[in-house]
């Protein structure tokens, strides 16, 4: 009955009203079983959704039956080999062992891959095994992988990268003759359908623009009610993904959500259970690396909270986050950081990197120029830095201090990249230069930079500044007068957009926003400095008004004038 009701949603989905067929489908599964596809219309499918509609407490239930009975065990039936990009969402629990393997047999073109709100690797060793199959399978021929509120057991992202850039036997050795011998073992002796499927991919993979993983969007949605968040990130794995082949790499952390309708789909989620807790949230929003030559084109994650189902018995005990708390968010700490820098600037770091996003890390102003210095031909980055008390120093001396600093460049930067402290000590015979020196100087070493977004995660010191109500902080700390912006045009001429947020703080931590409109050389822009409660209209008689934060530097000038 299910399975009928699937064919005709389906064939409605696709059924065509023109010359041409449809490329792309979406199907609901209320199982673990996919329905036929018919061949005439379906044989030029290009992009295949597969959204799970298993109701929560049915979902383990399922999992065990496809799991330990013969009689259940699942067949997919064949897929328009056309395909080239799949998404597979909200399969909370991951897959019966072998469904994925399966599936990736079925998909011998598949370019692009997104995986959305889910655990990925499931909740067994059988499950865990099936997914490493399932790469296994998908690597000849993948360029795009996105994964968006994914989590997996510990490890098992780092398969995954290893997989995808052919490190896997080297990993392999690194683990001497413990569990990874045993796996090895385990998958020689039962992956033997997996590794042909591999070869059959490899064969049909076909196409330009060279091999291997080129195309890397890592997202997950910021839960401020949820303590153990940033603790169940797999963020020791993440480096794994980075590869030689890649042009794209992001490592996003994106705003909590803002919605307020219960039954709106984006907050209707199952429950995660990556560390037994009931009361996960989900994902708000993400864009896509740009992987228009594989289907995968913007990539729009949902955003979800289920706690809110939890905390409704009282309406007004707290305020909704809305759009001005967007930065609102807390990024996992320095110390995971050093990883992530060595993969991006060590022997198998990408060697022809465009965009480039690792807001889920704080960087310090080191790690940032060495990253610039090993890719000097970046378009678009995006940081989030620690930053530290601001100090003041002339907009001249800035400008000058920042040509000085990038025509000395040294590889000194990459020595100190992983200190995990916001700058390298200096020699003991030089002058240590300010925040805003540093940074002009770090982001310069890529002359090509055309968009630049960093997001400040600030430490107490200025966080205690900034609070002042005459603060002068994000002025002192990052470009604040088209001045300063024309001296970095002249090392980065391409440069259209700079912007700095305070995270914590959302809009109300103050923002430094430059636009350089048509490719002109006239900057537009400036600073808006930390405003109070009480300048948020928070109550209370407050200030006169006047006094206070103002918008500062909203100036317009020549970007080759002095």
């Not at 909740?123 to 399932?134: I, W």
């Amino acid at each position: 009955m299910a399975d009928s009701a699937q064919q005709q949603q389906l064939q409605k989905q696709q059924a065509p009203s023109s010359p041409l067929l449809p490329q792309q489908a979406q199907v609901p599964l209320p199982s673990f079983t996919l329905p036929a596809f018919p061949e005439d219309t379906t044989r030029n499918l290009k992009a295949l959704t597969l959204t799970s509609d298993i109701k929560p407490d049915d979902y383990l239930a399922l999992l065990r039956r496809t799991t330990t009975s013969s009689t259940n065990s699942i067949t997919i039936p064949p897929l328009p080999t056309s395909i080239e990009t799949l998404t597979l969402e909200l399969f909370s629990l991951g897959y019966p062992p072998g469904w994925l393997t399966q599936l990736g047999a079925r998909l011998p073109r598949l370019r692009s891959l997104v995986v959305y709100s889910q655990l990925l690797a499931g909740v067994s060793r059988e499950s865990r095994e099936d997914a490493e199959a399932f790469f296994r399978v998908l690597a000849p021929g993948l360029r795009g992988l996105h994964l968006l509120d994914v989590f997996a057991t510990p490890g098992f992202l780092g398969t995954v990268g290893a997989i995808l850039h052919g490190r896997e036997e080297e990993e392999e050795d690194k683990g001497g003759s413990g569990g990874r011998k045993e796996d090895a073992g385990r998958k020689s002796a039962g992956d033997d359908s997996a590794s042909n499927a591999a070869k059959n991919n490899k064969n049909n993979a076909g196409g330009g623009g060279g091999g291997g993983l080129r195309f890397l969007e890592v997202n997950y949605t910021s839960q401020p009610a949820d303590e153990s968040f940033l603790a169940r990130l797999p963020a020791a794995d993440l480096p794994a993904l980075v590869g030689p082949s890649l042009v794209t790499c992001a490592f996003n952390l994106a705003p909590p959500d803002v919605t307020d309708d219960p039954d709106d789909p984006a907050n209707l989620v199952p429950p995660e259970t990556s560390s037994g807790d009931e009361d996960d949230d989900e994902d708000d929003h993400e864009d896509g690396d740009g992987d228009v030559d594989h289907g995968a084109g913007e990539v729009a994650t949902k955003a979800a909270e289920e706690k809110k189902k939890k905390k409704k018995k009282n309406k007004d005990e707290k305020p909704k986050h809305d759009r001005s708390a967007a930065r609102g968010i807390t990024p996992l700490h320095a110390t995971h950081s050093p990883p992530l820098v060595a993969a991006l600037t060590g022997g198998t770091a990408p060697t022809g990197l465009k965009l480039l996003n690792t807001s889920l890390f704080t960087l310090s102003v080191a790690q940032v120029s060495a990253i610039t210095g090993a890719h000097p031909e970046l378009l678009v980055l995006e940081v989030t830095v620690g930053v530290e008390a601001p100090a003041r120093e002339p907009a001249s001396a800035v400008a000058a201090a920042a040509v000085e600093g990038v025509t000395n460049a040294t590889t000194d930067d990459d020595t100190s990249a992983n200190d995990g402290k916001d700058n390298a000590t200096p020699p003991a015979s030089s002058p240590q230069p300010t925040f805003k020196t540093a940074l002009i100087s770090a982001v310069a070493r890529a002359p090509t930079l055309q968009n630049i977004t960093i997001h400040a995660s600030p430490s107490l010191s200025f966080s205690l500044a900034a609070s002042n109500t005459k603060s002068t902080a994000l002025r002192d700390t990052f470009p604040s007068s088209a001045a300063e912006m024309a001296g970095l045009a002249r090392l980065c001429p391409g440069l259209v957009e700079f912007r700095v947020d305070v995270l914590g703080r959302g809009e109300g931590g103050g923002v430094v926003e430059w636009v350089r409109e048509g490719g002109g050389r006239e900057w537009r822009g400036g600073v808006r400095e930390a405003r109070t409660q009480s300048d948020d209209g928070g109550g209370g008689e407050g200030k006169e008004k006047g006094e206070g934060p103002v918008v500062l530097g909203l100036e317009r000038r020549r970007a080759g004038d002095g």
